[in-house]
């Protein structure tokens, strides 16, 4: 009986270790301590990428530093303001090798500015755009607060979204071994991002919302939203997108969550890979079940599964190989898709069964005859994305 016992441990032990070693090893490149640390003057070429961060994480007196990954008392509020280099690959983060940055070859932070709770209307009016879009963007597991930044500036800008950029960082302590902690974090965190949606609802400056999260941050979404929607009947209309990236979540679970959100819930757009090592390990982490960013859509029951739903266009990334090493970020590390988020996406505009064929734009298939995608608004892929409709959109 022991021996059988060591040799289930061994396997399991066996399929962990591949996927650790990947994560610790894409994680060597570790920035210096103090990144945000405000850099004064620019650079000729730069950009600037204003953003709103709220967060549930503690503050710390650690010079550049802000936050740390422990939970704080209450929601904070900054203006944070983040130059970025010119000549840089899209999808990449060019990190400070010591403090400060420099703005020609790094990303720094030009302000970073506390706000108090009742200047968030001001805020948005400030900071309205055409359209009155606002993207507010929650990050996943293992992301310092100084990572939450900069990947969400390096989204808004190589995205060219046309948006006003709300980031929402929880509490995660940028550790691999940390997962539950970060798990549990998320729940910490859900009813300060509830509030963080519905002052944006509230907004007369803001016209429509799209939210979107990557990885672990998709169960805070889930959760904010399932909490207003059982609070007030329905979510705003004025939330008419979310987009998953990779999620992190339960197969089971978010099937339970959508129908909570009732009938006239956003429209939501999932990116998936089979391929997804990072979902691997969180699948044996959480009683190897499913992630729903890890979802095979070659097996029938999942694609049954997400026929019956509604609203959802799944986008599978399986046979991209251009974005991270995991297959876990290409929403933000591969061009192509960051463009496809930003142009199209952000834009509001949804992928459809009508845009089959259209030239210069993406291919779309109903649900059970996923179709190659050759092109995203004109620039070649390297390789083929495949998009699944539910049965019944918006």
């Known amino acids: 009986m022991h021996s059988a016992l060591g040799r289930i441990v061994f396997k399991r032990f066996q399929a962990i270790v591949p996927i650790v070693m990947a994560i610790v090893l894409g994680a060597c490149a570790s920035p210096s301590q103090g990144v945000l640390t405000p850099v004064a003057g620019s650079a000729p070429g730069t950009a600037k990428v204003d953003l709103l961060v709220a967060t549930t994480r503690a503050p710390t007196d650690m010079r550049g530093v802000y936050f740390s990954g422990e939970r704080g008392p209450d929601l904070s509020l900054a203006n944070i303001v983040v130059s970025i280099p010119p000549n840089r690959k899209p999808g990449t983060i060019q990190w400070p090798s010591r403090v400060p940055g420099n703005p020609a070859r790094n990303f720094v932070t030009t302000t970073v500015e506390p706000i108090n709770i009742k200047d968030i209307r001001p805020w948005y009016r400030a900071h309205s755009v055409k359209g009155r879009r606002v993207l507010i963007f929650v990050h996943g597991f293992n992301s310092k607060y100084d990572d939450s930044v900069f990947r969400f500036a390096q989204i808004i800008h190589d995205s060219r979204a046309n948006v006003t950029p709300v980031l929402f960082s929880w509490p995660s302590r940028g550790a691999l071994f940390d997962y539950n902690y970060d798990r549990e974090s998320t729940n910490f965190s859900r009813t300060e991002l509830a509030f963080v949606i ?20 998709s169960w805070a979404v889930m959760e904010a939203l399932r909490d207003i929607a059982l609070q007030n009947g329905s979510v705003s209309p004025k939330v008419t997108d979310v987009i998953l990236a990779s999620p992190d979540l339960d197969i089971d679970v978010f099937g ?75 929403f933000a590390t591969s061009p192509e898709v960051v463009r496809l988020v930003g142009e199209r996406l952000l834009a509001g505009q949804p992928i459809s069964e009508t845009d089959v064929g259209a030239p210069g734009h993406l291919a779309a298939t109903a649900i059970g005859t996923g179709q190659t995608i050759g092109s995203v608004t004109g620039a070649a892929l390297t390789a083929p994305i495949r998009i ?7």
């Open 256 to 330: 339970k969550q959508l129908l909570d959100l009732g009938p006239k819930r956003p429209h939501f757009s999932i990116f998936i890979s089979a391929n997804d090592r990072a979902l691997r390990l969180s699948r044996l982490l959480s009683g190897r079940v499913t992630r729903v960013g890890a979802v095979d859509l070659s097996q029938e029951n999942y694609r049954a599964k997400l026929e019956q739903a509604s609203g959802i266009t799944v986008f599978d990334l399986s046979e991209l190989r251009n974005g991270d090493s995991l297959n876990h970020s290409q």
């Open 388 to 394: 699944f409709e539910s049965a019944t959109q918006r």
């Open 198 to 217: 519905q002052q944006a609802v509230s907004s007369p400056d803001v016209s429509e919302i799209t939210i979107m999260a990557h990885s672990m941050g």
